[in-house]
């Protein structure tokens, strides 16, 4: 199994341009999150997906979009990247269960600049 | 959401013991307290999560007492590896529906 995955690894992007953040999990959990973590700080919740075809918004959500393309995949998107957005983003997947209750698997991330 | 605070940072030497307290006073009854580690340009771990009592594992404990205000996660004779970023984390996201939020963590390094 290979987890959680995420591509790319590394992006650059000029203010103003658009892209998506890919994330895929062959765990077949049913949850999936996307965070994003500034240099020395915490991660915040940009939005999560508790399952198939329903997002909800998390702490930080303007300026991106997202998509639960099915049950596996879940894409992060950025319309018009500024500055501010310059940051690591990790996607997550959870399955509830009662030994794992709030066990998140995480992905390798993906650094974001924008210049 | 419960609200977590945990210390900053924390120093210590290869072989301690290392606690870190976390405080978390409006717990709610249906919440679970869980830790995660986060090393250097990698995602957050899970390491251990629990109710009440006392949980162990073969990373860690975790110590609640039994107003649940409270929880410490003990690191047995830490080694350099042990060096990270440590959150705790209070909730309940076993429907789902809401997720967790990750404070800003205790940072511990471990030198030899």
């Known amino acids: 199994n290979a987890g959680v995955t995420q591509t790319p690894k590394f992006q650059v992007l000029k203010t103003g341009q658009s892209m998506t953040l890919q994330c895929a999990q062959d765990?077949?959990?049913?949850?999936m999150y996307w965070y994003r973590q500034d240099p020395g700080m915490g991660l915040r919740l940009i939005y999560y997906?508790?399952?198939?075809?329903?997002?909800d918004k998390g702490e930080v959500p303007n300026g991106y979009n997202v998509s639960r393309l099915n049950k596996r995949e879940f894409s992060l998107r950025l319309e018009s990247a500024a500055p501010s957005q310059t940051s690591v983003y990790f996607c997550?997947?959870?399955?509830?269960?009662?030994?794992?209750?709030?066990?998140?698997?995480f992905g390798p991330g993906t650094r974001l600049t924008v210049l | 959401l419960a609200k977590t605070t945990q210390p900053i940072s924390m120093d210590s030497y290869e072989g301690q013991e290392v606690n870190i307290t976390c405080s978390h006073n409006?717990?709610?009854?249906?919440?679970?307290i869980t830790w995660y580690q986060q090393f250097p340009s990698q995602g957050p771990r899970f390491i251990i999560q629990?109710?009440?009592t006392k949980v162990t594992n073969e990373v860690a404990s975790l110590f609640i007492p039994a107003d649940r205000k409270s929880s410490t996660l003990s690191l047995p004779r830490v080694s350099l590896s042990d060096t990270a970023v440590y959150y705790c984390?209070?909730?309940?996201?076993?429907?789902?529906?809401?997720?967790?939020?990750f404070g800003s963590g205790t940072r511990l390094q471990v030198q030899p």
């Open positions: 629990g109710y009440k």
């Open positions: 997906s508790a399952s198939e075809g329903t997002t």
């Open positions: 409006n717990i709610a009854t249906n919440d679970y």
């Open positions: 765990m077949n959990h049913n949850s």
């Open positions: 984390l209070v909730g309940d996201s076993n429907t789902g529906r809401r997720a967790l939020t």
């Open positions: 997550a997947s959870h399955h509830p269960g009662e030994r794992t209750y709030n066990e998140q698997f």
